[in-house]
């Protein structure tokens, strides 16, 4: 008889090609499955994740499910996972669920945090973009309040994605000042497109340069055209924060 779990996990996404399995490419996903596989004697075991970063985005908080056998000993599964993944990825907490949840479709919501530093750090450098220049967040921030709501993304998405529709729904967009010349943009909402995050994040900051006003925001939603919003930024500072489900 199997079982059902959900993983709660985090990576650094620095040395992988993002979360998704695919040929000729290190991802979390693949590192993961193949230690399970290991781990319960298989030749393979598919786990699905509750998204997918691209190549260099981290993960504070991310979820993956899989159907395993029932009566686990979980802390010593977990122990034993943790022991033989590499140092970027760990293993928080596994929880038995029903077998029709879902860790991608049952997700409420998702956070990410996209860091950038404006005074050289080498301590920053790995998780926060360098951009040396002088930002008015609060017309950020006015240009981020465009954004909330229920709106079609179609031009902050990569072009020719599989998904069946390009509207999101977000509840949060706000910039805030960190200490040691940080500053962090929080975007919540109930699913991304891929790419979006980025090219959102790219988008504020000509707002914040002085480029482009605030209110060109709404003009660039309605283009529906990729090439109307800014470029994307640099993986490196993007984290996936937090994935909320109703039953944990």
Same mark, same amino acid.
């Given at each position: 008889?199997?079982?059902?779990?959900?993983?709660?996990?985090?990576?650094?996404?620095?040395?992988?090609?993002?979360?998704?399995?695919?040929?000729?490419?290190?991802?979390?996903?693949?590192?993961?499955?193949?230690? +399970?596989? *290991? *781990? &319960? !004697?298989?030749?393979?075991?598919?786990?699905?994740?509750?998204?997918?970063?691209?190549?260099?985005?981290?993960?504070?908080?991310?979820?993956?499910?899989?159907?395993?056998?029932?009566?686990?000993?979980?802390?010593? +599964?977990? @122990?034993? +996972?943790?022991?033989?993944?590499?140092?970027?990825?760990?293993?928080?907490?596994?929880?038995?669920?029903?077998?029709?949840?879902?860790?991608?479709?049952?997700?409420?919501?998702?956070?990410?945090? @996209? &860091?950038?530093?404006?005074?050289?750090?080498?301590?920053?450098?790995?998780?926060?973009?360098? &951009?040396?220049?002088?930002?008015?967040?609060? !017309?950020?921030n006015r240009a981020a309040q465009f954004l909330v709501g229920?709106?079609?993304?179609?031009?902050?998405? !990569? +072009?020719?994605?599989?998904? &069946?529709?390009?509207?999101?729904?977000?509840?949060?967009?706000?910039?805030?000042?960190?200490?040691?010349?940080?500053?962090?943009?929080?975007?919540?909402?109930? *699913?991304?497109?891929?790419?979006?995050?980025?090219?959102?994040?790219?988008?504020?900051?000509?707002?914040?340069?002085?480029?482009?006003?605030?209110?060109?925001?709404?003009?660039?939603?309605?283009? !529906?055209?990729?090439?109307?919003?800014?470029?994307?930024?640099?993986?490196?500072?993007?984290?996936?924060?937090?994935?909320?489900?109703?039953?944990?």
């Open positions: 008889m199997e079982q059902r779990y959900f993983f709660e996990c985090a990576y650094d996404g620095t040395d992988f090609s993002g979360w998704q399995r695919q040929p000729n490419a290190e991802t979390v996903q693949q590192t993961i499955e193949l230690m +399970l596989s *290991r *781990r &319960f !004697k298989n030749t393979t075991i598919p786990i699905l994740g509750c998204g997918r970063t691209d190549a260099g985005v981290h993960a504070n908080q991310f979820y993956f499910h899989v159907d395993l056998p029932k009566n686990l000993d979980l802390e010593q +599964l977990k @122990y034993k +996972l943790n022991k033989m993944l590499p140092t970027s990825i760990v293993i928080f907490e596994v929880i038995p669920v029903l077998a029709e949840r879902h860790a991608r479709f049952d997700a409420t919501f998702r956070s990410y945090k @996209y &860091f950038i530093h404006t005074s050289k750090n080498p301590f920053q450098d790995k998780y926060s973009w360098y &951009f040396p220049h002088d930002l008015n967040l609060e !017309k950020m229920e709106k079609d993304f179609t031009s902050f998405s !990569k +072009l020719h994605t599989d998904v &069946f529709t390009n509207i999101c729904d977000l509840s949060k967009a706000e910039w805030r000042e960190l200490d040691n010349d940080q500053i962090v943009f929080e975007i919540t909402a109930n *699913r991304f497109l891929r790419n979006m995050v980025r090219a959102v994040v790219g988008t504020l900051l000509e707002v914040g340069q002085g480029y482009i006003e605030p209110e060109i925001i709404t003009e660039i939603l309605e283009a !529906k055209d990729r090439s109307r919003a800014g470029v994307s930024v640099p993986a490196k500072g993007l984290f996936l924060n937090e994935v909320k489900y109703p039953f944990i």
